[in-house]
Structures are given as structure tokens and as C-alpha cells.
């Protein structure tokens, strides 16, 4: 299976907002959950919001109230999740990853930058 493939990350001002984008493709049947995770520079890299394949979702508490996972499987072969950031914040900046249960590797992830 191949990693999934990010985008849609930016430069944007603290306040604002961005949608990423995650394609996971292939034998989608067997994933049954899908995940948003995000590494800033110097730290490790940490789990900001999860979807199950029945819809159930669970977000970090830095990023509770203003960001949504989301997921379309509708296509028979491509999950698309989407994490929708509201209210942006400087502390956000981080390269933003997604990963799939069970797990198909890394991609190359999208760089989110607020401005202050």
C-alpha cells in the first residue's frame, strides 16, 4: 500500500483558516481509521484528530472547538479526510501529516505557517 498524499497547507494570519486534504488509495476496505497528525520544528511529532470508519472523531485538546476531521469515501477506491482549521493560531505552525489504521507509512506531509 502507498502512503497517503497531503495538501492544501499555506501561509495564512493567526485568526484565519485552511483546509488540508488527505487521499488515502487503494484497498480502502481494510482501513478503519484515519488520522491527522502535526510536527513543529524541535518537537515530536503529535496526534491532532482521528476518525473512525463509523464516523466517530477525537481531536487533541489544543485544537478542540476549532478544528473538524472529516472524510468522504464515496469513490471505491480513495478515503479523502479533510481537517478543516478555523481560527488559526501561531502555534499551529507545524508540517501537517496523515496516517491511516492499519498503517501504510508516511507521506510527505504540508506545511501549515500562521503569522502572527
Known amino acids: 500500500q502507498v502512503p497517503p498524499v497531503e495538501s492544501g497547507g499555506g501561509l495564512v494570519q493567526a485568526g484565519g483558516s485552511l483546509r488540508l486534504s488527505c487521499a488515502a488509495s487503494?484497498?480502502?476496505?481494510?482501513?478503519?481509521?484515519m488520522y491527522w497528525y502535526r510536527q513543529a520544528p524541535g518537537k515530536q511529532r503529535e496526534l491532532v484528530a482521528t476518525?473512525?470508519?463509523?464516523?466517530?472523531?477525537?481531536?487533541?485538546d489544543s485544537v478542540k472547538g476549532r478544528f473538524t476531521i472529516s472524510r468522504d469515501n464515496a469513490k471505491n477506491t480513495v478515503i479523502t479526510v479533510y481537517l478543516q482549521m478555523n481560527s488559526l493560531k501561531p502555534e499551529d505552525t507545524a508540517v501537517y501529516y496523515c496516517?491511516?489504521?492499519?498503517?501504510?507509512?508516511w507521506g510527505q506531509g504540508t506545511q501549515v505557517t500562521v503569522s502572527s
Open positions: 496516517a491511516t489504521l492499519p498503517a501504510r507509512g
Open positions: 487503494g484497498d480502502i476496505s481494510s482501513v478503519v481509521a
Open positions: 476518525i473512525t470508519s463509523g464516523g466517530g472523531t477525537h481531536y487533541a
